[in-house]
């Protein structure tokens, strides 16, 4: 097995802590040899010996198909390590790729930080002892919270958020499916952070996907919130993809007390005005946009794992009570959510 030094051709690695879908696209796309997991949580304490060659973790590496449904000429070179086929007929890409585990987190020079929002801040409190404190860390989460959190808690690092619109989705463990091409923006959270955006955003962009620098990255991320909290719990209580909401009678009973309550929450918090209708317009044009996907609340519930309703509808609540103003709606939603 090839050493992190060896891959990396003696200079730093990016290391992606969160192997779930949205972990597993910037891997495939980053160069393989500078790109690593971090192990899962229950064999991070063995990172703080030696791990000889005669005693590898138990999962050596990661290995997964990728499938992009993009035109032949449009997709990017070098997906991990491995090989590519296409077919003629569907245009899909597929990718055979390994990406191995990290045995250790002393050369990372950026980590991704792909985990559940939930899961975030105890994964890094274990993590980030073990890595440079002048490593730039990129937060992955959806919806709002747990970003604060771990900069309030590494106010002296490096840390940035990013949002994107990548959609990406497993059907299987072993298969990943790259469901929409879209648009990723990253700015800094922390002081230390600012002046590493650009070249954060300069080694992102070497997968082919569109990356951007954000000067104003929690309004970008207030603006994600504010879709996923009009489309993904309904999915969920549903079990429907994103654009059969629309019609559903649950969705269009509240979706207008949900934008009002928005509308009240953003001004309060960011003194942004922006009315509901405008909101609710821009929650349904992501639905048609993105109607046969399946969101990660859906995909969540589906596959018994606990949801992120805390940090999108359940976030809203917890600033209405901040402000003073009530989130009847976002209330309900997220208790139902919380009870499937």
Not at 202 to 209: F, I
Not at 294 to 303: E, G, H, K, Q, Y
């Amino acid at each position: 097995m090839m050493s992190e030094d060896e891959r990396s051709g003696g200079g730093g690695v990016i290391a992606i802590l969160g192997a779930g879908s949205l972990g597993r696209l910037w891997a495939a796309l980053l160069p393989s040899w500078l790109c690593g997991f971090l192990p899962r949580p229950e064999h991070a304490s063995r990172l703080g010996r030696s791990v000889s060659r005669q005693e590898p973790l138990p999962e050596a590496r990661c290995e997964y198909v990728l499938v992009r449904s993009v035109p032949p000429s449009m997709a990017p070179q070098g997906f991990g390590k491995g090989f590519l086929t296409a077919s003629p007929d569907s245009g899909d890409i597929r990718s055979h790729v390994i990406i191995h585990w990290l045995q250790s987190a002393e050369n990372v020079e950026l980590l991704l930080v792909t985990t559940k929002a939930g899961d975030t801040l105890a994964a890094l409190e274990d993590w980030l002892p073990r890595i440079p404190v002048s490593t730039p860390v990129i937060l992955f989460q959806n919806g709002l919270g747990s970003q604060q959190a771990v900069a309030e808690r590494w106010p002296g690092r490096p840390i940035l958020a990013a949002s994107t619109t990548e959609g990406a989705n497993r059907p299987s463990p072993d298969v990943l499916v790259h469901a929409g091409a879209g648009d990723t923006w990253v700015g800094a959270l922390t002081a230390s952070a600012a002046h590493h955006t650009a070249s954060v955003v300069q080694q992102l962009a070497e997968t082919g996907l569109r990356v951007h620098a954000e000067e104003k990255i929690l309004q970008r991320l207030w603006q994600k919130l504010v879709v996923n909290a009009g489309i993904n719990p309904f999915t969920a209580l549903l079990d429907c993809p994103n654009g059969d909401i629309l019609g559903s009678h649950l969705y269009q009973q509240n979706i207008d007390g949900l934008c009002s309550e928005i509308s009240l929450l953003l001004h309060a918090e960011t003194s942004e005005a922006v009315a509901p209708e405008v909101l609710r317009e821009r929650i349904e044009t992501v639905a048609r946009n993105t109607a046969s996907n399946t969101s990660s609340m859906r995909a969540d519930v589906l596959a018994g794992r606990k949801t992120e309703i805390d940090f999108i509808n359940g976030y809203l609540v917890h600033c209405g009570k901040r402000h003073g103003i009530a989130t009847p709606v976002n209330q309900m939603l997220t208790e139902q959510v919380q009870g499937l």
